[in-house]
């Protein structure tokens, strides 16, 4: 074999390690490192009370998984009126401590009946007014069915458990009514400076759902 021969072939071996070069170190661990999160995406629970407007996409974005197909979402939202009288804003108050605990009791008995990864719960403070937000809540799960149902079970017990206060307020007369949920044993009202103790309502609110 001549001389030019054998350069050649060297030539071409040479090509081809370059088309197809082994992967290296920093690519192996950006592949093991994306494996390990998905693996690592351990359920939670998010539970917030805040005075600040609701973003549904934010809290959407909250429980997004990889290892899920579904996110089903309930959005509360202050409508404008309320046994035919006009509503302009909702006023919500809670004891937060007391609030936050009894929405962890909720989302501990979503994960005894359904198979659901992430919850979260939002629920607004303050003045709501019409067509904004009040509460907002996302849970994702592996299918659909899991997530719809908790999504459900959530605002029905929330509305039902939770020691939150709600006031209507219309244009003229301000605050025409009040409406209390919750545990009644907890449910009080600042008059000066005495808590009296409020009688539960039906629950007719301008609150959707």
Known sequence: MSSLEINSCSYNQATRLQLFPPLVEDNISGLLGESMSSTEDKPKDIIKFTPEKLSVDEVSQLVISP?????????????????????????????????????????????QQW??????????????????????????????????????????????????????????????????????????MKTGKKNTPITPLEDKSAHTG
């Open 115 to 188: 198979p659901v990864k992430h919850i979260a719960i939002c629920h607004r403070l303050g003045l709501v007014p019409v067509t904004e937000a009040s509460v907002v809540i996302a849970v994702s799960s592996a299918h659909r069915a899991a997530s719809l149902e908790a999504v459900k079970y959530i605002i029905d017990t929330l509305k039902a458990k939770v020691p939150i206060w709600k006031k209507l307020h219309n244009c003229c007369r301000g605050q025409f009514q009040g409406q209390a949920k919750g545990n009644k044993s907890h449910l009080y």
């Open 67 to 111: 290892v899920c197909g579904a996110v089903s979402l309930f959005v509360g939202t202050t409508r404008n009126n309320f046994e035919g009288k006009k509503v302009v804003s909702l006023e919500y108050e809670a004891y937060v401590p007391m609030a936050e605990a009894e929405v962890r009791k909720i989302c501990n008995a979503v994960r």
